[in-house]
Each structure stands twice: as structure tokens, then as C-alpha cells.
């Protein structure tokens, strides 16, 4: 599918300028991440270490919601409070930095950085520019969108949007410090697995199987503007925004239906489950911790368990709306289908490590 990007504009902006804008951008970016992802992440850290546990529940449980219960306003209502509770921040952050990265940065910049010969080189280069922001698949969309209307390859974006919830610094610490070590080692392989091989192969599946051809010459953009920096950032907002509250309402309402996994549950059928539905949940970051570590205990397959190490953080029903259109329908379906061939790989894998 046929991405547009920004259209032809002046030659690219030169001299003072061009560096106040980016400027602006990255004091935008490192100001926000510091606020709603580094500090908080830090902070949590040293009770995480001194008691080895987790604190906090399952978000799926907010307002006494069980698997299995019918769809209710109160499960809807709950859940969307309790979600935009955790991440109101990160989403914030989000949308103002994909507004800056659209305006203020010039496209050729990034663009060098991102569109790397070749789809691994691609997709390696989308993983490593995720490792800073440490979102959860929602609030990531935002940003991932942003690269693709300027022009990101699609193993560079889809490898971005995933890179941040799988290879999240900050969780891998937490799961590191609560979850035994066999956890981490999981997230870490199959997540790398996924977001440099799995991004690289949905841009094969989406782009065609010929080899890519060389990066064109990327077409001037017009200057940094604050102007266009608004009108971005509220043309954005109100299209994106939206549409993310009725999908995590109807997430919410439909939750006991959608995670039907009980106590004690194992075999083939159950770990499809996971690595099917998981795709469809929608969390905050680290939301996946509590959810295992209560499956677990409850007696839930460690096969299962991993599958929803990979499924649950990786993309959401919210998260595929948000990029669909941006993405193109076919590449956002490619990739909910690979990470759920990703989900069975971590069940795989934990089980080889545990056994």
C-alpha cells in the first residue's frame, strides 16, 4: 500500500532556524520522556529491589471484574479510568513529541537514521530509536504514526511501535528483580526476535518480496514552523484521541470475555488463547507483570505464561486503530499475526528454560 507522506515544500531549511527547531524538538522529547517515563521508572526501582515483589494489581480486575463475566458500562468505565490513570502521562508525551518530530525536525535527518539499507538494517535501526521511550503500544502509536507520515520505511516503524513496550529497559529491570530469571530472559530473546526478524518480515509480507530498492532522495519539507506545530498536534489529537477512548471503553466492557484464562489452566488450547487474545488487551507499561505473576500463582501454564510475556505488551486493539490507517491495513494486520506466532514462541521458550 501507497503511504503519503508531507508534501514538496522550499529547499531544506538552512542555518538558525533549522537548529531552533531542532532544538525545540529535542528539549520537547527529553523534557517530556523525563517527566512521564524516566523519573517515575527510576523512582520505582529501588522498592521493587528491596522487596522483590510487585506492587500493585491487575488492571484487568479493576472494579471486581472476573474472567468470564458478561460486558457491563461499569467494567467499561472502570477500566478506561484505571488505564488513563497510568498512562495519561506517557500519551501526553506522546503526542507532543510525534507533533515535533513532524514539524520541527527536517525529514532528511531522521530519515537517514531510520531508512537503513536493506529491511534488518531497517528494522534494527527502529528497535534501537525505541529503547529511549519506554511507552506501552498506545501511547507509542502516536510517535510511530508521526515516522510513517514522514516517511519511515515500514521495518523501521513497525520495529519502532514494537521495540517499545517488548524491549522496554524499564521492564526488563522490573521483570528482572520480581519474576524469575527464566521471565526475562524470555521477554528479552523472543522480544528481540520479534521486533528486528518480525518487523523485517512484515515489511516483506506488506512491501513485496523483491528486494527494496535503494532510499530515493527525500523531497524538501518546509521549514520549522510553532504554527504548524499546532495545527499538527490538534489535527492529531482530535482524530487519534477519539477513537483510543471508544476502543479502550469497549476493551474494558468486554474484558471478561476477551481473557477467559482461569486457575489452573493448561494445555495447546489454552496458550492459543493467550497468544490470540493478548494481542487484543490493551495495558499500561509493566501491566503484564502483575497479570503473569497472578496467572501463575493461580496455577496458570508457564507455557501460557509466556506466550502473554510477549502478547500482552506487544500491540493492543487501540494500538492497531490508532496506526491502521497510518500503516496501511495490510501491514498492521501482519503484525498483530506475527506477534501472536511470537506469543507461541515464548510459550516455547520459557518452557525450554524452566524445564
Not at 500491540?315 to 506469543?343: C, D, H, I, K, N
Request: with cysteine.
Amino acid at each position: 500500500m501507497t503511504q503519503a507522506t508531507e508534501p514538496d515544500g522550499p529547499a531544506e531549511p538552512t542555518g538558525t532556524r533549522l537548529m531552533v527547531g531542532v532544538f525545540a524538538a529535542a528539549a520537547i522529547a527529553v523534557t517530556l520522556l523525563t517527566w512521564s517515563k524516566w523519573m517515575p521508572y527510576a523512582a520505582k526501582v529501588p522498592g521493587l529491589a528491596a522487596g522483590h515483589g510487585w506492587t500493585g494489581s491487575s488492571i484487568l480486575q479493576v472494579g471486581d471484574v472476573r474472567p468470564g463475566d458478561a460486558p457491563s458500562w461499569s467494567a467499561a468505565t472502570s477500566f478506561t479510568a484505571a488505564y488513563a490513570h497510568a498512562v495519561w502521562r506517557a500519551l501526553l508525551a506522546a503526542l507532543l513529541i510525534s507533533a515535533a518530530l513532524q514539524t520541527l525536525v527536517p525529514r532528511a535527518w531522521f530519515l537517514r537514521l531510520l531508512n537503513r539499507p536493506g529491511r534488518l538494517r531497517a528494522a534494527l535501526a527502529g528497535g534501537l530509536a525505541a529503547r529511549p521511550s519506554m511507552m506501552c503500544t498506545c501511547c507509542t502509536a502516536p510517535v510511530a504514526v508521526g515516522l510513517k507520515r514522514r516517511g519511515g520505511s515500514t521495518a523501521a516503524v513497525v520495529a519502532y511501535w514494537l521495540g517499545n513496550p517488548l524491549l522496554n529497559p524499564a521492564v526488563l529491570v522490573f521483570l528482572m528483580l520480581v519474576a524469575p530469571w527464566q521471565w526475562t530472559v524470555t521477554r528479552m530473546v523472543v522480544g528481540t526476535l520479534l521486533v528486528v526478524g518480525g518487523s523485517a518480515l512484515v515489511a516483506w509480507l506488506a512491501d513485496g518480496r523483491t528486494p527494496p530498492p535503494s532510499p530515493p532522495a527525500v523531497p524538501a519539507g518546509p521549514p520549522p514552523s510553532f504554527g504548524r506545530y499546532l495545527r499538527v498536534l490538534i489535527r492529531m489529537s482530535a482524530i487519534l484521541l477519539p477513537e483510543y477512548l471508544v476502543v479502550v471503553m469497549l476493551v474494558g466492557a468486554f474484558r471478561g470475555w476477551l481473557f477467559p484464562l482461569h486457575a489452573g489452566g493448561s494445555g495447546l488450547l489454552v496458550l492459543l488463547v493467550a497468544a490470540v487474545v493478548g494481542t487484543a488487551l490493551v495495558i499500561p507499561t509493566a501491566g503484564e507483570i502483575p497479570i503473569a505473576q497472578g496467572l501463575a500463582l493461580a496455577g496458570l501454564s508457564l507455557g501460557t505464561v509466556g506466550a502473554l510475556l510477549i502478547t500482552l505488551p506487544a500491540v493492543s486493539l487501540p494500538g492497531v486503530v490508532m496506526v491502521g490507517r497510518a500503516f496501511g491495513w495490510r501491514v498492521t494486520a501482519a503484525t498483530t499475526a506475527v506477534v501472536a506466532v511470537g506469543g507461541v514462541l515464548g510459550a516455547a521458550v520459557l518452557l525450554v528454560l524452566t524445564a
